[in-house]
């Protein structure tokens, strides 16, 4: 019974304390609104106020307030003093103005400070901090006012009108008045005025020290010497001004100081790097002295507006340069208003935000030029600081989690779910909570996307972004569940700064070691409500570089557009099961798709949408959809056409009828119809020009406005940097170059060419051969390392009907290549067409297949002839069913013909070159390692070899006696050193035993499956069902050499044989 | 690149030579029939989009108009040459002559890549290919159609400039036109519903009744799902069928013994007859490699994908309960597989005749449009019905009397009545 009433009272008191903590902030909040009305006098102000703080008291029916100020007090109804009282000083300027105190009327039980709260204390110490500050912004908003109607009557009073001001700087502002005066007479002093020296001497202060002090004693401080400054000195500076100086330039200096003086406290609290709150309180006090007064340039102020720009934004050099001509002191004012911070925060809004931020002021001064930027808006945006994710592990007690990054990655990645799931459950700190709910009010119930902004997607630009989650919020609910769920996706974009993928990047990048912080952006979803789901009419990305060009007619500046309707995920990613619609706004009559099929075929067929019944993230059918919900969709015939009896066409006057038509997603209304592509070109053009490189953009469209929801430079994922292309290659070792038509990116570790020559291709007098190499092809491409081989071949791939153009294949034929390149060699004086991949273009742009065109007859091209000709063909002994073919179809294993060499592609579009070169495989080399190569498989030397290094381990151990086993292979990627993080390792078991030994081996080597693959998940994050892919194999299939069999002193790529465990009765 | 290298129009010629020597025809007929009547060759100037002018070259070939105007389409290829536009011209005579209808052979292109040309200047190059010709074709003269890369918008900017230049209207001037604007019901139904016609015939002949019979199908797209349509309404079942799945870049075969359901099969669908594996799973079919459409134990195969799909190499695994095979598809059968056909006996409907339910259509379309009357949809598939019916009963009676393979019998019954028109028109 005891113990159950111990535990009441506790918890007990626990609630209470809680409650009391909410009736201190409702309080603290209330003083804040009664201040943020800066016209209202004190008089207004003040007894507001003392009424607003009793109950934030402990026992408010008891308490009572009371505030002296100077001469006045101003106290709540009944006031009478008694002694148990809590006061706190005003303060402004240093000095002491008055006090604000509360009193309990009768005794009350004892607590930290006579009856008051710790907590009571603090209190109400801020709010005379906030009455002092108040205060001091009227008193300089006086000055301020006062000085104009002096500047007035300067025109009207010829004389003595800098007196005036000065006699009421005096009055008002003494420590103002001092340093006019101290700067008066240094600036008589340095124009060579003997009086001003001689009374600088006197004071000690005069700068002008003698050349042998100098000299003597350069690293010791000169002494300092001198009394202070006083109201006299004041005065004779000024008197000894009004002889040498005229009126007006006495008038301009002191109106020029006192403005740069207006600044001062903003410089002093900027350059002190204090806490974001007290730079927002001096921002705001800025604001509220001069609101309306345009800012001129000052060096003190581009001083303030750079510092501001390095606290709150970047460091980046490049990026203050450009953005310190587009952001205003003021504009932070604003900003601000929707930054959530806490009280001790120093943080920045981190990569994203800052991107953003700065675009969307450059487009905002620019529109005033164009007015094809006029109507680009920003969604409503809020962030939170960086460092908050610090304070809020802090106030969890979780502080130790940074450290996570130093432990090993498997480490890392088994403990990141339960990271995942303690952050989730903790609390943020009550003022976080508070500017969340204060966010939230201002959002609605808008759906909302809650974004990570990093300080290392900052510094690291693209190549760091989509490193760490973004989250969609349908936000509906009550005001607590819309919060819950708020605070739910932040902490889990916050946990995302220890994910493993991350981490694992910064080990490579060496970036370990970063100070890294999450900045937060909350952003609203563009889009408006269609049926249940809530969505923007479309949404997608835009690139300053085109580096997709279809065409030879479209430049690399023409750039290139990549929508979807719906939410912008799907033009954001490469897909892998539908299309973006892709368009190059300097060339939009050129289409990636002409005919109708094509256009068909190419079409978004799905749609990513927040479903608002389900509170989720969904990918819904576009055809379903737009049946159920097509007359509510915005802008549906700018987006779709329809197709009828094979034609497309653009919807009529009366529209779409969703229920009978069979429509598709083209854009053809928005491209033809609107300014859309040309206000799009002018916004990359912009952004471009004035961040000074190719800029990358995120933009929604609602249906009636066109939003911006992201800006950073374009820079290229790992796949798609121009790669550096030396100069000092030796000339054999390059196998071909070409400079026309060159996208970005590098090919390495190329094993296999295909190269179907183009003379001999040519020269095929039947169809029925032409045919044959394009299945020969296919087969080839079912059979050569996945994205370690290239094809190369005459004119036009995928030509059909006419297939003596280039070879009949179709995508399937080729979608396990990595290059494919058309070589076009003339015709008599006849060059032909390449087709740039148009046959299947946007195949190849989804999977991340690089096409590159060659004209081995240009100058200065290098086309290995020779080489091609001379390297021994493999094609009978890979496809001897094809050996007809070797005439056409060279099939060269590299490392064999060039003694273990590779084929290395570097693609350039700067430069507009590229080069295929023979080089050692990058696995001898160091270089870092892709984090996510979706479909291409990231190599490195610890994948094979480890693999190797079990598949060698399983041997040692397997025992041929107890299974039947004759021999044990390896082969396939780990053999050939080129496995990557998923592969999978491919045994091949000579098996001579009986039924009952084959189960038991397969269960045997089950067993050591399972195990490599948790190993491996460990190590690399990839999961399957079981690493080992095991081929068992007869002395039949030996002798008939059917299935894996041939793999065993094949000529390509034979299965490597590894030892077995030794009998060890024999030693 | 010498003479030795691919040539599509000396291969039409040598087709051509092997039945003129069949129908033992006269110096004369050889000599005409071999090369065109008239070709037309000539430059389109276009002011492209930037302001410069590129100068494209034309094509139109009209093979021979003894049995009426030319028919044929017009391609925009990149590479196209004339000798291309002159064997697919010749094809076109034997094509409109094997299903008897009033029509020549002709065909046209322009060398360009449209994937390099905006839509205006697209149109600008088919007005300018109409004002260079407008005096040589027309719908009594030569009806153009669309082909590669080409659709019923080129055809309508290219009807727009004929009748601009004529003062008149002749909707008859060009085919392939959408519906409304001159186009004709039935035509996504005419290639499907014509390769069943051809069946139910030959079924007929060789005494079988539909209802007992079943089928397999290679593909899935608008010829083979109008031919299960009709075939099932007529009684067979269609145990099998082949689609392309986009996703695994392969094809699978769909197989249901009980006969598959057209319409459930259509719901599971997308719109490049690529059927979902996993619904059709649900729905009970069997998921077999995409191949295997061929090997199954049915009376009928209808190859309606691809050309070359029946090898040398697979033909041996066709069943022996085969009986019929359709070509829907263009080419579905190579010569050394026609060998092994022919070895087991199976009755073939040559591509040639059993997917001309497309061409005529178009005709149909160009007599609709010359009276300006159009048929109601059921009108114009009975009388699709008659053509094919008719033409097929024509080759296999040549095949049967002259104990020949139904391939060659088409041919040589399209080439003989080619000849006697110019012989009876006094020209040979």
Known sequence: MTNDNDKKTSIDKLLEALQERAKELNCLYQVEEILNEPDESLDVICPKIVRAIPPGWQYPHVCQAKISLENKTYHTPNFMETPWVQSADIVVQDMVIGTISVYYTIEMPQADDGPFLKEESKLIKTIAERLGHFIMHQKMRLVVRDWESAQHSVTEHKRGEWQVVLEMLKQTDRNLYISISRKMLNHLCWSGVAEAEKILRALGMDQKVTEEELLDDWNRPHQRRGRSFSADISAAAFRIASDHLSDEEILRLIQKWVQEDKLSFLVQVVNRNLSLSEVADAIRRYHHLAPDEPEIPSPSKRGIRVSLIRRFLSDGLQYINVAKHFVDVRDFYHLLHNVIFSAESHGKLGGKSAGLYLAAQILKRKSEDDDLLGNVKIPKTWHISSDVLLHFMHYNDLDEVVEQKYKEINQVRLE????????????????????????????????????????????????????????????????????????????????????????????????????????????????????????????????????????????????????????????????SDDYPVLVAPGQPGLRVNVSPDEIVRYSPKKIDAINLETNSFETIDLVEFLKEAGYEYPAAKEILSVFKDGNLSRPSGIGIDFDEDDFVVTFEGLISNTPFLKQMEAILKHLGETLGMPVDIEFAFDGTDFYLLQCRPQSYSDLSMPAPIPKDIPHDDIIFSANRYISNGKVPDITHIVYVDPAKYGDIADRQTMMAVGRAVGKLNKLLPKRQFILMGPGRWGSRGDIKLGVNVTYSDINNTAVLIEVAVKKGNYLPDLSFGTHFFQDLVEAHIRYLPLYPDDEHIIFNAKFLDRAPNILPDVLPENTDLDGIIKLIDVPKSTGGKVLKILMNADLDEAVGILSVPSAEETRPMPLKADRVEKQSENFWRWRLKMAERIASQLDPHRFGVAGFYVFGSTKNATAGPGSDIDILVHFRGDNRQLADLQTWLEGWSLCLDEMNYLRTGYRSTGLLDLHIITDQDIAKKTSYAVKIGAVTDPARSLPMLRDPRRG | MSGKSFNAFEMAQAQFDHVADILDLDAATRALLRVPLREYQFSIPVRMDDGHVEVFRGFRVQHNDSRGPCKGGIRFHPQETINTVRALATWMTWKCAVVDIPLGGGKGGVICDPHNLSAREQEQICRGWVRQLARNVGPLADVPAPDVMTSGQHMLWMLDEFEAIH??????????????????????????????????????????????????????????????????????????????????????????????????????????????????????????????????????????????????????????????????????????????????????????????????????????????????????????????????????????????????????????????????????
């Open chain 2, 167 to 428: 003062g008149k209207k002749y909707p008859g001037f060009i085919t392939g036109k959408p519906l409304g604007l001159g186009g004709s019901l039935g035509r996504t139904e005419a290639t499907g519903y014509g390769v069943i016609y051809t069946v139910r015939e030959a079924l007929k002949q060789l005494h079988i009744r539909p209802e007992d019979t079943t089928a397999s199908v290679q593909g899935f797209g608008n010829v083979s799902q109008y031919a299960i349509e009709l075939y099932t309404q007529m009684g067979g079942k269609v145990i099998c069928v082949s689609s392309w799945d986009q996703t695994d870049q392969t094809s699978y075969s769909f197989k249901k013994v009980a006969g598959v359901n057209l319409k459930e099969l259509l719901d599971i669908t997308d719109r490049f007859g690529g059927i979902n594996k996993a619904k059709a799973r649900d729905l009970g079919y069997e998921v077999l490699p995409g191949d295997d459409w061929l090997v199954q134990e049915v009376d009928i195969l209808i190859p309606a994908a691809l050309e070359n799909q029946i090898t040398g190499e697979n033909a041996g695994k066709i069943s022996g309960k085969v009986k019929i095979i359709a070509e829907g598809a263009n080419g579905p059968t190579t010569p050394e597989a026609d060998e092994i056909i022919k070895a087991k006996n199976i009755f073939v409907i040559p591509d040639f005749l059993a997917n001309a339910g497309g061409v005529t259509c178009s005709y149909f379309e160009q007599v609709q449009c010359n009276m300006n009357y159009f048929w109601e949809k059921d009108e114009v598939l009975g009388k699709l019905d008659v053509k094919m019916t008719s033409a097929f009963l024509a080759v296999s009676a040549l095949a049967a009397k002259r104990k020949l393979y139904m391939r060659d019998a088409a041919y040589v019954i399209a080439i003989d009545r080619v000849a006697r028109a110019c012989r009876e028109r006094g020209w040979v």
């Open chain 1, 416 to 575: 990141y779910p339960h990271i995942v799931q303690t952050f989730k459950s903790a609390r943020f700190p009550a003022d976080i909570v508070k500017g969340l709910s204060v966010a939230l009010d201002d959002f609605g119930d808008s759906p909302l996307i809650v974004r990570s902004s990093s300080l290392l997607e900052d510094r690291m630009g693209a190549a760091f972004s989509g490193k760490y989650k973004s989250l969609f919020l349908a936000n509906q609910g009550s005001k607590q569940k819309r919060l819950d769920a708020l605070m739910d996706a932040i902490a889990e974009v916050y946990a995302s700064t220890f994910s493993p993928d991350p981490i694992e990047y910064r080990v490579e990048r060496g970036l370990l070691d970063f100070g890294e912080e999450m900045g937060i952006m909350i952003q609203e979803v563009v889009g408006k409500r269609v049926g249940k789901y809530y969505l923007p009419a479309f949404a997608g990305v835009a690139f300053s570089n085109n580096e997709f060009r279809w065409s030879p007619r479209i430049k690399r500046d023409d750039g290139l557009v990549r929508m979807v309707p719906g939410l912008g995920t799907r033009a954001v990613d490469r897909l």
